[in-house]
């Protein structure tokens, strides 16, 4: 949500600036600008409502240059998509701001400096912070004094970057709630928001911390922390490879994303089964002791990653005789949960940046759960910093803003918890080897599943003129079904829900006719004859199904319907990452048909770093 990227060098930094913006694309945004200090030392803006390209093709009449700047795409939170909203945003006397987050108390703010005098063309909380840094700038004299003092005032979140022609040497960072990664350069600084956007450039980044602030120059990185002391942060050196951000021979990141699932679930895997068995030492130290004192398991995540968690909770009550709770993030933070003896906290992020996922991590650490543990995809994240405990997924970038080889990691790193549990609480003693011979299988049966993609690609053309779809599931397949209409209704548009099979006579049946596509998963396990009494009502009203079943299912199709069967069979286990994958493609192709955005959805960002 929202990308920032800033740049000192002694060089021309705009097509760095550019480069970098490209490559955060895959964040969600809707506008798009730059700001640099030319060789008069004078700040250049260039704005643009849209793509990337479009803010290029107005720089390429603008012939701009410099060689400090910043640059930021935009995801509209305060005040409609326009170039008079787009970042950067600037105050008197050439002082320009780029900033990813929300300023809470903005009005207050914003009264108080009409009041002196300022004058706002924007709608956007941002300006408020550029006219609040000018304002002390003016009193001090000092442009990192001066955003100190501004972000001393500021509740909320963010991620900031400023460059100003009172200062041209430097450009001054600061984040609370925001990432802010520095990159360091052979004679050289750079800023971004993310790793993603730098790599061309460096492969040496610095991390800041809540509450930072820090002073980049070509050759030298001072940073203060929160109590305003000068504070050393590692350097760690990326193992990310740009070209895992590119799209290759594939039409879409999403589709090389699934592609690439495979690959991402036998990396996940590596060095955690050894001999058949679970290596616990792969969740961190201390981890068999936490898992052995357990009792409960409350599991918070977002969106897809919620679905995960969904899945999880089955498993560990199924397997491991646990109570286990998985609820949304931003609701569980704004409870007051009871949290019962010897309870374990799971925070599940593909960014670990999610605003409500890591504020309901630090919501936990006062709580009183037995320990906490991330399962994340990106390792400088601060989700991971801050657990106790760390699963990384190793799916690799993810640039599809609608989730497909993180989800399907996400399952396998909860598979890897759910075996480490069953170690210590499965009535089963050899449940924990069988769990993981189980999950070693998992990258074969995905790559058959993949062989499917052209009969689903047919089926695909179906969907092309529908507005509305129903997903049905059972047991551990729900929330599947409920990942399933959460893929197609984010690329494709169309209006998807999915629905606990036997909640139909409820009341979604209501909507079911001639016109209503309902798809359903349909392994072969205990409630594979429930679901098709289900599957009967659907036909019994007119409906048309899709059906992804199990080869011995022997589900039928009748006439108007389509049964795929998978071309391997599926143990519970494992059910939910391989039904995963049809979902996944058939929301592909239908987008793809209609002509959407496949990559990037309208309104949608693929990291949420605020409420």
């Not at 093709?57 to 909203?85: C, F, K, M, Y």
């Not at 001393?152 to 600061?174: F, K």
């Not at 792969?282 to 009792?295: D, K, Q, W």
């Not at 997924?393 to 989730?403: D, I, K, L, Q």
Request: charged share 25%.
């Amino acid at each position: 949500m929202c990308g920032i990227v800033g740049a000192i060098a002694k060089r021309d930094i705009v097509p760095v600036l550019m480069a970098g913006l490209c490559k955060l694309e895959y964040r969600g945004y809707d506008s798009a600008g730059i700001a640099v200090l030319d060789e008069t030392r004078r700040l250049r803006r260039v704005r643009a409502v849209g793509k990337v390209r479009v803010l290029q093709e107005a720089l390429d009449q603008e012939h701009v240059r410099g060689d400090i700047g910043i640059a930021h795409t935009r995801w509209a939170t305060h005040g409609v998509p326009s170039e008079r909203n787009a970042h950067p945003h600037v105050s008197r006397e050439g002082l320009a701001v780029v900033h990813n987050g929300i300023i809470e108390n903005h009005d207050e703010l914003r009264a108080e400096l009409k009041c002196r005098g300022y004058e706002f063309t924007s709608e956007t909380d941002t300006e408020v912070v550029a006219h609040r840094i000018h304002y002390h700038l003016a009193r001090v004299g000092d442009l990192c004094k001066a955003v100190s003092e501004t972000v001393a005032e500021l509740e909320g979140a963010y991620a900031l970057a400023v460059v100003s022609e009172h200062d041209p040497e430097r450009i001054i960072v600061a984040r609370m709630g925001c990432p802010v990664v520095v990159g360091i350069g052979s004679d050289e600084t750079f800023v971004a928001s993310d790793v993603a956007a730098l790599l061309t450039v460096t492969r040496r980044f610095i991390f800041l911390q809540d509450g930072d602030v820090a002073e980049l120059r070509r050759r030298e990185l001072r940073i203060l922390d929160k109590d305003g002391n000068t504070v050393e942060r590692p350097v760690r050196e990326s193992e990310l490879d740009a070209a895992a951000t590119e799209k290759g021979f594939y039409r879409h990141f999403m589709l090389k994303e699934i592609y690439e699932q495979p690959w991402a679930v036998t990396n996940t895997l590596e060095g955690r089964i050894v001999n058949g068995q679970l290596a616990e030492t792969a969740f961190g130290p201390g981890a068999a002791e936490v898992f052995r004192r357990t009792r409960h398991v409350h599991i918070v995540a977002c969106g897809t990653s919620y679905h995960a968690a969904v899945v999880a909770r089955y498993f560990i009550e199924q397997v491991c005789k646990l109570p286990c709770v998985a609820e949304i993030a931003s609701e569980y933070r704004y409870r007051s949960p009871v949290v019962p003896p010897d309870s374990l906290l799971v925070a599940i992020s593909q960014s670990g940046e999610t605003a409500d996922t890591l504020a309901a991590l630090r919501l936990a650490k006062q709580a009183g759960y037995l320990s906490s543990l991330a399962i994340c995809n990106v390792p400088e994240s601060s989700l991971v910093r801050e657990a106790d405990l760390v699963m990384m997924t190793r799916a690799g970038p993810e640039v599809g803003v609608a989730s497909t080889k993180a989800f399907t990691t996400q399952l396998v790193a909860l598979g890897l918890l759910v075996a480490a549990l069953a170690r210590h609480h499965a009535a089963d003693v050899d449940r924990e080897c069988e769990l993981a011979t189980e999950l070693s299988r998992l990258p074969w049966l995905i790559e058959g599943v993949l062989t499917l993609d052209p009969v689903i690609r047919d089926i695909a053309m179906r969907f092309v003129d529908q507005e509305h779809a129903l997903f049905l599931g059972r047991g551990a397949l729900y929330p599947v079904a409920m990942e399933g209409a959460l893929k197609l209704k984010e690329i494709s548009y169309i209006h998807a829900e999915a629905y606990a099979a036997g909640e139909l006579k409820h009341g979604p049946l209501a909507l079911v006719d001639a016109g209503m596509p309902v798809v359903a998963v349909a392994p072969k396990n205990a409630l594979l004859e429930k679901l098709k009494s289900n599957l009967k009502e659907v036909r019994a009203r007119g409906g048309w199904l899709v059906v992804f079943a199990d080869p011995e299912a022997g589900i039928e199709p009748e006439e108007g319907d389509a049964v795929v069967n998978l071309p391997v069979r599926v143990r519970d286990f494992l059910t939910p990452a391989v039904y995963a994958l049809p979902l996944q493609l058939l929301a592909y192709h239908v987008a793809v048909l209609r002509g959407t955005d496949v990559d990037q959805p309208r309104n949608l960002a693929k990291s949420v770093t605020v409420e």
